[in-house]
């Protein structure tokens, strides 16, 4: 008998695939080593749980019942293709470990192997955060696909080969050794930057997607910090992302208009997620270990320090710049270095700067020309800089940005 | 490969093409873009049409010419241009399709040239 699920179930269901999804798909293809499977097993328990539930009533611990299903999905399946060798082997493991506990709670987080298994270096890197979104948050590939810039279809076929990749190459489900870790985890941050990444570039607010996914880095963040507390890099990551996000009501006005940070109002920045940042970085820093996103997470740090002391130090973020470049050397870095040491020695400087950047790396690098412009600009180099202008109004995908860019050029 | 970005606009759009100068934000957003698309190098073609009230239709029906004033105005967005980009894929295409000012204001479809009839199209000996 079909009884039609009610507005509760529906809502039941819901909240029990956010909070599960990713933590059962990773307790599922750490043992079968195939997330592909993992996922169907648990849209099929999710479908399930719908009709189950709205007839029998939602059940006392909704994770445990949909990892029950799921994992019964994956058994029925495996027993129907007969499989043999180790997959039977892996299943026996399944259908035993997980019958004996059938609490996911009792049972390890496998997300932080997941979380590796998507940044392996078998992997292509620009699939490593794609498969994070779908594997471990539950994301469509069509709003992975939105938010990358890439058409559904194309992102649904990339996933699909992605994970078929990790079930035929076999790739581990395990921590890597501790002298790999760094260079492994370098991947899995990457990859939670720029799910964090592809949002704020599109912060109008008005996009609800693009605040969507801010959020899911800033959780994948927390994820990973909670899995490995004592590795400072992933601390400055989670840092560096609740400054950015504590800035998101600051960086459009009321009218939708673009405003720059230096002319934000820091009255309006989210001060608990500042503080978090705040306790996080303090954190990080008793490790004495310094890295990349630590170093750009204090940049932001002395930038909110504004909100209490009315000015912003441009002195100490230049230096933090000069560590970056250092550090970690990428155009991105080389231009913000560049602006900063505008604000400390002139644009004359900072111009010289710029001009050290290899030119080819910059063509569309929006960026680079919305800085170039701006020092023209203060150079009274009028032509040139409107050239500038031209090129970073041309580059943006962002219409406020546009707007913004149009106007300055004007003046 | 070749990429047309299909640029669709509403009347409104048309009818704000004619404030030219750089300093006009519509025309100075259009005027940069198509630099930065020149200066990427990627740069194959463009066309801006005329609005589309200036169009006119021919089809022949029952061997007779069939003519009628402008096209069908069944959407409120109509095709104003097209602009030929040479990119490696559709994700490169996808992405200066976003920076077409287009992109924020109306629609900008994005369609692969077909090469392949094109090159039948321009063969000096078809067979017969």
Known sequence: MKTSPDKLTYRAVEAAARQSYGRLVALLSARTRDPAGAEDALADALLAALNTWARDGIPKNPQAWLLTAARNRLLDHARHLEVRDRSASTLEILANELYDTPDPDALPDERLKLLFVCAHPAIAPDMHTPLMLQTVLGLGAVEIGRAFLVSPKTMGQRLARAKTKIRRAWIAFEIPAADQIPQRLEAVLNAIYAAYGSSWEDAAGRDQRAVGLAEEAIWLARVLRDAIPDEPEVRGLLALLLHCEARRPARRAADGRYVPLSEQDPHIWLAPLIDEAERELAVSATHARLGRFQIEAAIQSVHAERAHTGHTDWVAIATFYDELTRLAPSIGAAVARAAAHCEVHGAQTALAMLNQIDAHSVISYQPYWAVRADMLRQLNCVHEAAEAFDRAIGLTDDHAVRAFLLERRRR | ?128
């Not at chain 2, 750089?22 to 025309?27: L, Q, S």
């Not at chain 2, 980009?85 to 077909?114: F, K, N, T």
Request: charged fraction near 25%; include cysteine.
């Open chain 2, 1 to 128: 490969m070749q990429y047309a970005l299909l640029i669709y606009e509403t009347p409104a759009d048309f009818t704000r093409r004619q404030q030219a100068g750089d300093n006009v934000p519509h025309f100075g957003a259009w005027r940069a873009y198509y630099k930065a698309v020149v200066e990427a190098g990627i740069y194959a073609g463009v066309k801006p049409l005329d609005a589309p009230e200036t169009g006119t239709t021919v089809r022949l029906r029952d061997r007779k010419p069939l003519v009628q004033d402008g096209p069908y105005a069944s959407s409120k967005e109509q095709l104003g241009g097209f602009m030929l980009l040479e990119l490696p894929s559709l994700d490169a295409a996808l992405a200066w399709a976003a920076r077409c000012p287009a992109a924020s204001y109306g629609a900008v479809e994005i369609r692969p040239v077909d090469s392949e009839l094109q090159r039948r199209l321009e063969s000096e000996d078809q067979p017969r």
